[in-house]
T-cell receptor, first 110, second 113 residues
């Protein structure tokens, strides 16, 4: 079983739509979680950390569900510039292993 | 403000050739990482260096060696390149290991024929 799994998509949504991605992880002792964004042929860039209580940054909301072992990313009022691949990252309890999901592709359509 | 700089950006090698990928960061970070990214596989950790003077294996270390030359620089060496090592390689750094975000270089696209 993979450490981290994501639905690869693609998600094609109209501008202004709300879209949500999930990422499941297999190790219940995982410590830390992040969402990254990766544009085509570019490097991953940190989007936001994921805190236990959930956190929001503008149109983006990240949540953690430890009981069901998944994290989620919600994007409200989608913009064309949100088109990218979104990667989740899970860090183990020892802090020395970092597992990236394969990414979920989002295309926002005019 | 360069962040993480990788060289070269592109390289084509023949099977059996050797090569070193260079990475330098100017953020005074303690920890550095090498990943490879393949279609459908996501980013996989090859090696990391928690601090200057230490290196540890990641998920896919076979066929690679690393050197943490100083706090700024972390190099990745392929001693005898194989077609299976064709990939995009990313270097990253963070303040420390653990729950710290990582900052990535813009990648090296390596093809081995």
């Amino acid at each position: 079983r993979k450490e981290v799994e994501q639905d690869p998509g693609p998600f094609n949504v109209p501008e202004g739509a709300t879209v949500a991605f999930n990422c499941t992880y297999s190790n219940s002792a995982s410590q830390s979680f992040f969402w990254y964004r990766q544009d085509c042929r570019k490097e991953p860039k940190l989007l936001m950390s994921v805190y236990s209580s959930g956190n929001e940054d503008g149109r983006f909301t990240a949540q953690l569900n430890r009981a069901s072992q998944y994290i989620s990313l919600l994007i409200r009022d989608s913009k064309l510039s949100d088109s990218a691949t979104y990667l989740c990252v899970v860090i183990n309890s020892g802090g020395n292993q970092f597992y990236f999901g394969t990414g979920t592709s989002l295309t926002v359509i005019p | 403000n360069a962040g993480v700089t990788q060289t070269p950006k592109f390289q084509v090698l023949k099977t059996g050739q050797s090569m070193t990928l260079q990475c330098a960061q100017d953020m005074n970070h303690n920890s550095m990482y090498w990943y490879r990214q393949d279609p459908g596989m996501g980013l996989r950790l090859i090696y990391y260096s928690a601090s200057e003077g230490t290196t540890d294996k990641g998920e896919v270390p076979n066929g690679y060696n690393v050197s943490r030359l100083n706090k700024r620089e972390f190099s990745l060496r392929l001693e005898s390149a194989a077609p299976s090592q064709t990939s995009v390689y990313f270097c990253a750094s963070s303040v420390a290991t653990g729950p710290q975000p990582q900052h990535f270089g813009d990648g090296t696209r390596l093809s081995i024929l």
